[in-house]
């Protein structure tokens, strides 16, 4: 009897030790709620040692470790992005969101993000930062690999003739917006102050 006292003590000790690390600041992942938000949107950054070139490039150097930058204009002070779509919990090496509840609907859902950046000089000097990441729902008429229950008799033609003609000028077709993703935001709006305040 004691030996198998000792056997399940054992086996506890097993199960409950290890690593009780959590997830790195380059790609956190939180189960449950997020915190709240702390960093401001528009971020200021003071005047000083950065200048409008080192802000700017700092924006892009942080943007593109999340997204493929589309547009940077360094006179218009404006950065867009590609959409992408968002990782979710079956992909934890790819950065994204660091609310779980946001890295569980990407999982369930086909979710895409995009970004957009502008600089401005702030009122009293320095630079103001305005980052926006937008969400995006993939929508499709019916789903993609929908043959439950049709796989033997199909009723619609198996040879279509239609060809779709994606248009370059509309590139938001088939995806809704679904607002903007600030847990996102604050994460990179951090990354930005930390990497222009250590210059």
Not at 110 to 124: F, K, L, N, R, W
Not at 127 to 138: C, G, S
Not at 159 to 170: I, K
């Amino acid at each position: 009897m004691r030996r198998r006292w000792m056997l399940a003590a054992g086996i506890a000790a097993a199960l409950t030790s290890g690593c009780a690390s959590g997830p790195t600041y380059d790609n956190s992942v939180f189960i449950g709620e997020a915190p709240p938000p702390t960093a401001t949107n528009p971020a200021y950054i003071a005047m000083g040692p950065p200048d409008y070139a080192t802000v700017f490039e700092s924006v892009i150097d942080v943007l593109d470790d999340y997204f493929e930058i589309a547009q940077a204009n360094r006179y218009d002070g404006r950065i867009r992005t590609f959409p992408r779509v968002a990782p979710g919990f079956e992909q934890p090496w790819r950065p994204g969101s660091p609310d779980g509840a946001e890295r569980m609907l990407c999982t369930l859902q086909s979710m895409a993000y995009s970004c957009d950046v502008v600089i401005q000089p702030g009122e009293t000097g320095g630079y103001q930062i305005f980052l926006t990441v937008n969400r995006y729902l993939e929508d499709l008429p019916r789903p993609i690999r929908a043959t439950a229950g049709a796989a033997a008799f199909r009723s619609d033609n198996t040879v279509d003739r239609r060809f779709e003609v994606v248009d370059p000028s509309r590139p938001d077709v088939g995806w809704l917006p679904k607002g903007r993703e600030p847990y996102l935001e604050q994460t990179l709006l951090k990354k930005i102050e930390d990497k222009l305040g250590k210059r």
